[in-house]
Nanobody, 117 residues
């Protein structure tokens, strides 16, 4: 059974950068798509970015040009590099892994990112 461990959240000033990591256990990493959602208080959950098994990426309009998602299949880790952070990026960020062969989804524990001066 796959498990995801997230890291990298915290407090950052507006305009700053932060990198989130999502490390997967198990041997199914290559058979998966991955991504991050975020949810701010009082707002709906939003898909931030995703990356397919083959490396194709998609981003929410609100983060295009500022965020970059990548994956290291050897290290079984996905990354979300967040630059030029804004207060409106403040949210709990949760990574997910979608296993292509079974259609199952596994979630990380979530990590808080707060953008504030």
């Amino acid at each position: 059974q796959v498990q995801l461990a997230e890291s990298g959240g915290g407090l950052v000033q507006p305009g700053g950068s932060r990198r989130l990591s999502c490390a997967a256990s198990g041997s199914i990493f290559s058979d998966s798509n991955m991504g991050w959602y975020r949810q701010a208080p009082g707002k709906e959950r939003e898909l931030v970015a995703r990356i397919t098994q083959g490396g194709t990426t998609n981003y929410a309009e609100s983060v295009k040009g500022r965020f970059t998602i990548s994956r290291n299949n050897v290290g079984k880790t996905a990354y979300l590099q967040m630059n030029s952070l804004k207060p409106e990026d403040t949210a709990v960020y949760s990574c997910y892994l979608y296993r292509i062969s079974t259609g199952t989804v596994t979630w990380g524990q979530g990590t808080q990112v707060t953008v504030s001066s």
